[in-house]
């Protein structure tokens, strides 16, 4: 549906903030808050009086410091299965949002914490498997170290949606032939 595409925000300064619904991004433009930067193709929405161009790209017209606001962002889930390329970083298999879950690799029993540094996806099987230990103890070795998922969690969901949306990636910084590749080491 139109209205659920996402649209990629800009900052004033041109940096990439996040995206945004359709709608969400047409009101900041009707309301004068942001400009359309690139346009959604031909794509307009239209209501009684007015018919308005659907935006690809917007840019805020004021600066707004939100690295604080994105730290304590309450879509973590979906961001840490994004940037863990919706896996199971134990065993590898593919799955969706409904299929994952979210493993602790230091169980919050033993002082850990719930930040990404601390989070993986995981499948069901095993997250059951692993239980209340560490991923030694149930020898089952992470695909990347822990200190390797410290990758930006807003940079894996603007490279996920860059997967479908060429013109974002002038201002993700992403080349030509950008594929979307791991975001960290392998053993």
């Not at 900041?28 to 018919?51: F, I």
């Not at 896996?87 to 029993?109: M, V």
Request: glycine share 4%; net charge positive.
């Amino acid at each position: 549906m139109l209205l659920s595409r996402r649209v990629l925000l800009l900052n004033a300064s041109y940096e990439a903030l996040g995206t945004v619904e359709v709608a969400r991004a047409v009101c900041l433009v009707w309301k004068r808050t942001a400009e359309v930067v690139v346009p959604d193709g031909e794509r307009v929405l239209r209501s009684q009086h007015y018919t308005f161009e659907v935006p690809s790209v917007i840019r805020l017209l004021a600066y707004i410091d939100v690295r604080r606001r994105r730290n304590n962002s309450g879509k973590q889930r979906l961001r840490i299965l994004m940037r863990d390329r919706m896996r199971c970083q134990y065993c590898g298999a593919h799955g969706n949002a409904f299929e994952l879950t979210l493993d602790h690799i230091t169980p919050r029993s033993r002082g850990g914490s719930s930040t990404p540094e601390n989070l993986c996806a995981a499948c069901m099987a095993c997250n059951q498997r692993k239980g209340d230990r560490t991923p030694e103890e149930a020898r089952m070795p992470l695909l990347a170290t822990p200190s390797a998922l410290r990758y930006g969690l807003d940079r894996a969901v603007l490279n996920h949606y860059a997967l479908m949306r060429p013109e974002w990636r002038p201002f993700l910084f992403l080349d030509e032939d950008f594929h979307y590749q791991t975001t960290y080491p392998h053993h």
